[in-house]
Every structure is written in structure tokens, then in C-alpha cells.
């Protein structure tokens, strides 16, 4: 079977890490190929016996934007799908799902081959401008199946649209699937995520700030970069915590940096199915999280069961769900043991399994 991926680009994101899985999957009894938009560093290891092509190569940003949106790349991206002659389609991201549907819909030689398109965001913000969301409604349609992370995305495109898309979630890489921590863990909180605005890090360095006030002897560890960087750090200065809260950059070892930590949190506005938090309760690691669109955490955190759920951008709450877990060693290890008992429904073998069944039953179905 030849299976080709689609989607923006190879680099550090939830998406990406899919793709990696599940391609490094396909590729031991399947020929891959992955398309991407743009052309980038892979962040992750991918079996050689997979092909990659780019349909824009130049670093420039700004002929980069312009030749994203030229019909030239268009025609680029079906003259590789015609000449790979692809079984099935698996696109992720709305970009490259929006062109490969065009392509679907206007290409005789195209319109046969069933695609699968992810959506990995909250759908809500991910098609909250009126042309995005009028391009979606009308290309989305020509998808053979919609795989989407939570019950509240497959939600939203059945009210929108009238789809009803798979739920598969996202699978954990097999390192955190282990045992939780059961010795004392240090007092440090933590968060992984990229520095960008959806996370929403200066409601999270505000609750710590309340925290501190209480629990003087927690540090706050931050672990990823972006483009946020230099104004959370004077954002943390301004609140004269820079000897409390560390921003400490990437990190290759995400299980080591926070496997002993007593919390973990989040504080994101919007998420699909957040790998940090799910990666840190699989480790058994206390966690903290909005309850934010489109249900992700929830899902993760079963509703409260395992870890406790916060209203978005309310850092006193926030600061309320990080102390309730501080200072009470019984909830702190029944949400740990919850979470960790529930790595199994995530195992990447399992997941995996999950998505070539949907990829088997388009093709069969051809």
C-alpha cells in the first residue's frame, strides 16, 4: 500500500510527533511518503525508507507566504500525488487539508484517492475567521474521514457541518509509559509547551506567584522555547521571581526533566489533545490544567477524577489547584495513580492500530 502524508512542515508540535509515529509505522510493511508545505529541520527520527519532499523550499519568509498561496505550488503538490499514485491520503493541519481537498475536488485523477484529515486544535479557534470556516465547509465535505482528538470536536463538525468524524487520541511515546515516581518527589513545578501565546505562561508564572507567597521553598520550571522568551523573562523579572521561575529552554529528555516534580500544569486558552499534559499524566505526575475548548484536558483528566481542572485565565484558581496538591500528599498520589493506570489507552501500538484500521476501510471501500 502507498500511504502519503500531508501537512505544513517537520519541526518541533503534536502534529509533527504523529506523523513521525505513525509514518515510522506505516513504512515496516508500507510505502510512505510525506509532503510537506514548507521546508524544515525534521525535529524527529524518520526511517529512511521514507520519502520527503517539500513543495516550498526557499527560506525567505516572505517568497515562503507568497509561494504557499500561488497556484504554482498547487500544481506542484498534484503533479507528486499523481506521480506517487498514492492508496491514501492522510493530511493534517488546515492548509494543507484545504489544498489537497481542492485538489480532490476540481482533479479527476485525484478525486478517487480517499483522504483522511486530522484535526489536531480546537476547531472553534481553528476556523474562528469567516474565510477559514468558509473554505472548511465547503472542502471538508470531500474528506473520506475526519480523525479528530476529543468527543467535542467530533461535536462541533457534526453541528457545522453535518460530519461525523472518528475519535482516535493522540498515542504517548513508549518512554513514558512506565511506572510512576513513588519516592519523595522535589518541590518544583513544572510545564512543558512551546513559548507562544495560546499557552498562556503569564497566567501560570501569576498563579506561582500566589503559590510562592504560601510555599516559599517551590521553584517553577518552564521547559520549551518560542518566540514569547525575552517577554515572559522581563515579565518575571517585573515580578522579581527571577530566582523562583527558570525558563529553561528545550529539552531532549522531557521524562527525566520532570518525571520527580510535584505538579505538573497547565494553562493553555485553547488545546485538541495536549501531548505535555497527556505524557505527564502518564507518568503519574500530579496535574493541574484549564479545562479549556476542545475538551482535551478534560478527556485526559477524566473530568476531574485525575487531576484537577481550572477555569481558563483565572490564575487564582489556578494557584488554588497547584496548593490543593501541594499540601495534600492523598490527593496528590490518588490523581497520580489515576492518570497512570490510564497509560494504557494510549500506547502508540494501540493508537496506531486505531488509525491503519481507518486507513484499511478506505482503501478496501475504493
Excluded at 74 to 87: E, G, H, S
Excluded at 275 to 282: D, F, G, P, T, W
Excluded at 301 to 318: C, P
Aim: charged share 25%; with cysteine; hydrophobic share 40%.
Amino acid at each position: 500500500m502507498r500511504i502519503m502524508f500531508n501537512t505544513m512542515g517537520l519541526g518541533k508540535g503534536g502534529a509533527e510527533r504523529v506523523i513521525n509515529l505513525l509514518s515510522n509505522s506505516f513504512c515496516l510493511e508500507n510505502d510512505v511518503m510525506i509532503v510537506t508545505n514548507i521546508k524544515t529541520v525534521p525535529e524527529y527520527n524518520f526511517d529512511d525508507r521514507i520519502i520527503i519532499k517539500s513543495l516550498v523550499k526557499n527560506s525567505n519568509n516572505f517568497l515562503r507566504k507568497f509561494r504557499r498561496i500561488s497556484i504554482l505550488i498547487l500544481l506542484k503538490l498534484r503533479k507528486i500525488t499523481l506521480t506517487y499514485k498514492p492508496d491514501v491520503i492522510i493530511s493534517f493541519l488546515p492548509e494543507p487539508s484545504f489544498r489537497i481537498l481542492l485538489l480532490k475536488k476540481l482533479s479527476k485523477k485525484i478525486k478517487d484517492i480517499p483522504i483522511i484529515v486530522s484535526v489536531r486544535n480546537d476547531p472553534n479557534r481553528e476556523y474562528n475567521n469567516q474565510i477559514f470556516f468558509y473554505i472548511m465547509k465547503k472542502l471538508y465535505p470531500y474528506a473520506n474521514q475526519l480523525v479528530l482528538q476529543t468527543e467535542d470536536s467530533k461535536k462541533y463538525f457534526i453541528e457545522k457541518i453535518g460530519y461525523n468524524g472518528v475519535v482516535i487520541p493522540n498515542p504517548v511515546a513508549d518512554v513514558f509509559l512506565t511506572e510512576r515516581y513513588d519516592g519523595n518527589r522535589e518541590k518544583r513545578i513544572v510545564a512543558v509547551g512551546r513559548l507562544e501565546p495560546q499557552k498562556n505562561y503569564k497566567n501560570m508564572i501569576d498563579a506561582f506567584e500566589i503559590v510562592s507567597k504560601k510555599h516559599d521553598d517551590y521553584t517553577f520550571e518552564i521547559f520549551g522555547d518560542g518566540y514569547l522568551k525575552s517577554e515572559l523573562q522581563d515579565y518575571i523579572n517585573s515580578k522579581r521571581l527571577h530566582n523562583k521561575i527558570f525558563l529553561m529552554g528545550k529539552t531532549d529528555n522531557v521524562k527525566k526533566a520532570i518525571y520527580k516534580a510535584t505538579v505538573f500544569v497547565m494553562s493553555s486558552d485553547y488545546e485538541g489533545m495536549p501531548n505535555s499534559l497527556l505524557e505527564a499524566a502518564c507518568l503519574g505526575i500530579p496535574c493541574v490544567s484549564t479545562d479549556c475548548p476542545c475538551g482535551g484536558p478534560r478527556e485526559i483528566l477524566e473530568n476531574g477524577k485525575s487531576g484537577i481542572l481550572v477555569e481558563i485565565n483565572n490564575s487564582q484558581k489556578l494557584a488554588e489547584g497547584i496548593i490543593k496538591i501541594v499540601e495534600n500528599e492523598k490527593i496528590a498520589n490518588k490523581f497520580g495513580i489515576n492518570t497512570n493506570k490510564n497509560q494504557i489507552n494510549y500506547k502508540t501500538d494501540l493508537i496506531v492500530s486505531k488509525w491503519f484500521e481507518e486507513v484499511k476501510c478506505l482503501v478496501i471501500d475504493k
